[in-house]
């Protein structure tokens, strides 16, 4: 797990086992961001999100692809942090797309060079998204 900020973190894919360490973290949301399509059943979102509503926590679904980082599922992965009252884990397959969406999201509200510090001091590189970032910002 990867701070990025004071309530929101990022991750490769968890697994069941890795839940109760995340309540003992204070994560009160998870968010899965990968399609199911790209894991087995063990760790599709149906048995990670069983796995997090039992441990007393809440799950949410936004899958993410290069295709479905739309303006609205932008919004909709900050709603989804905003709303949570605690802070969150967001995960995919590396952490990145977790990591884009939220850059994404913040474009306008905090600096572009803020966002890509918090993001590569989590450990990853989001230098590439600058000209986007600039452009959001500026929008």
């Known amino acids: 797990m990867r701070q ?11 697994a069941v086992e890795d839940v109760p360490a995340l ?13 199911d399509g790209e894991v087995p059943p063990s760790h599709q979102s149906a ?13 949410a679904v936004l899958e993410l692809t290069h295709q479905t980082m739309t303006p609205e599922n932008v919004a909709r992965q900050a709603e989804l942090v905003d709303s949570a009252g605690g802070p969150v884990l967001a995960y995919c397959a590396s952490g990145t ?43």
């Open 4 to 14: 990025i900020t004071p309530i929101y973190h990022v991750s490769p894919q968890i």
């Open 23 to 35: 309540k003992a973290a204070g994560i009160t949301r998870v968010i899965c961001n990968r399609p």
């Open 47 to 59: 048995a990670i999100g069983d796995a997090v509503r039992a441990a007393g926590l809440d799950f």
């Open 97 to 139: 797309r977790c990591s884009v969406v939220w850059a994404l999201g913040q474009a306008g509200q905090r600096s572009v060079d803020d966002i890509l510090a918090a993001t590569s001091a989590a450990g990853y590189d989001l230098s590439g998204l600058r000209p986007t970032l600039e452009s959001m910002s500026q929008g």
